[in-house]
């Protein structure tokens, strides 16, 4: 019988690296998938021994489910997911580009959905398994210019709920980890000089004038902190943990 692997997808930079390499240093036969191939072998070449690489657009379910039926063919059964995927942009509601509105819902939520298909159906038949997806703290608090953004974390945090209720029956656990502000590209790009780390005061501190609440631990996370949350997660140590969104944030949401 062929060992089960941890599929990551979402692998090619930021957290999903950060997550590929942690789920590695603890034991796990990842195979790494995202949309992006140079990421993909960047973030490969990190780790200590070769590991399989799929690039795929999760936009395209067909695609999603074809190289799920590869790796588990090739490389054994997903017993655990670790989805990382997601794309991000602020702009108002009412003035914001439809185009990107839609962007932002296909990545976020229908790409999760395809991925979450063609991974729990599988788990679904061994009754076997372990699922975490990477949300944002955005999806429980308003934040000014993220509508699209935080609203598709909190359509991506219900599937997960349901997911986990509709799996629970099957021994299959499925949770969320909620990630504040974390050092990645994506959180450079809200700085005036992404290359500057004296962007993160800002985050660090709030903003009253946008009703954004500071970080009360006083730092922006690593992606590392948002990866051992979901080690912890997809483990047997949290086997009594399903339908759960742990927030990864230093307080700053006042879990409201």
Known sequence: MSTPVTLVVGAAQGIGRATALTLAGAGHRVVLADRDPEGLRKTAALLATPVPTFPVDIRDADAVDFTVGSIESEHGPVARLAHVAGVFSTASILDGDPDEWQRIYDVNVTGLVSVLRAVGRRMRERRDGSIVVVGSNSAGVPRIGMGAY????????????????????????????APGSTDT???RSLWADPGDDAGAL???????????????????????????????????????????????????????
Do not use: C, W
């Open 150 to 177: 935080g609203s598709s974390k909190a359509a991506a945090s219900m599937v997960v709920r349901v997911l986990g209720l509709e799996l629970a029956g099957f021994g299959i656990r499925a949770n969320v980890v």
């Open 185 to 187: 590209a994506m959180q």
């Open 202 to 256: 800002g985050a660090i501190a709030g903003d009253p004038a946008q009703f954004k609440v500071g970080i009360p631990l006083g730092r922006i996370a690593e992606p590392a902190d948002i990866a051992d949350a979901i080690e912890f997660l997809l483990s047997d140590r949290a086997r009594h943990i399903t339908m759960q969104a742990l927030y990864v944030d230093g307080g700053a949401t006042l879990r409201a």
